[in-house]
T-cell receptor
Framework: DADVTQTPRNRITKTGKRIMLECSQT?????MYWYRQDPGLGLQLIYY???????NKGEISDGYSVSRQAQAKFSLSLESAIPNQTALYFC????????????FGPGTRLTVL | DAKTTQPPSMDCAEGRAANLPCNHS???????VYWYRQIHSQGPQYIIH???NNETNEMASLIITEDRKSSTLILPHATLRDTAVYYC??????????FGAGTRLTVKP
């Protein structure tokens, strides 16, 4: 089942281009997250949103921005892509309690040339 | 500083139980232990979590020591499809999910 979907699944772009990655969920969860994963490493939190009006920076927010358009949609933008932003990007969602588990989308593979 | 320590890799025979250890000696009283796995480059998959008591679901069992300084994830009958990187995470808040390098489990026929 595709409770959390991400588009596009793969993207190749050039340095300096603006890129938007989109995440949609049908789980009805309040909280949404964006992570990046570099080859062979664990995930790092970029931004998170606990509800539509609440946006927070994560560990590595520089060079990224986000928009929470609705409860079900959370977009990640790279205003001017650079090669070291080449990575796998994952969106995740969770319910409202801090101990609730996060559920991840399938990921977007982004390559910046 | 890393909150958890896991072996980098483990092997398991198909059909046998896979026991994946995790040390979290600095865990605080309100931190939960979570386990996720990532198959190839797919999105991490939630497996199980617990605070103090042992937990079991349809995927796995989680055994937490009485002092809570370590835990073990048990896959009771490993299959080839369980080959993945397994991450042990301790946290209080949902904005504090720190993924380390995990344990690469290889299930062999």
């Amino acid at each position: 089942d595709a409770d959390v979907t991400q588009t596009p699944r793969n993207r190749i772009t050039k340095t300096g281009k603006r890129i938007m990655l989109e995440c949609s969920q049908t789980k009805g969860h309040d909280r949404m997250y964006w992570y990046r994963q570099d080859p062979g490493l664990g995930l790092q939190l970029i931004y998170y949103s606990f509800d539509v009006k609440d946006i927070n920076k994560g560990e590595i927010s520089d060079g990224y921005s986000v928009s929470r358009q609705a409860q079900a949609k959370f977009s990640l933008s790279l205003e001017s892509a650079i090669p070291n932003q080449t990575a796998l990007y994952f969106c995740a969602t969770s319910e409202r309690r801090d101990r609730d588990a996060q559920f991840f989308g399938p990921g977007t593979r982004l390559t910046v040339l | 500083d890393a909150k958890t320590t896991q072996p980098p890799s483990m092997d398991c025979a198909e059909g046998r139980a896979a026991n994946l250890p995790c040390n979290h000696s600095t865990i605080s009283g309100n931190e939960y232990v979570y386990w996720y796995r990532q198959i190839h480059s797919q999105g991490p998959q939630y497996i199980i979590h617990g605070l103090k008591n042992n937990e079991t679901n349809e995927m796995a069992s989680l055994i937490i020591t009485e002092d809570r300084k370590s835990s073990t994830l048990i896959l009771p009958h490993a299959t080839l499809r369980d080959t993945a990187v397994y991450y042990c995470i301790v946290r209080v808040n949902n904005n504090d999910m720190r993924f380390g390098a995990g344990t690469r489990l290889t299930v062999k026929p």
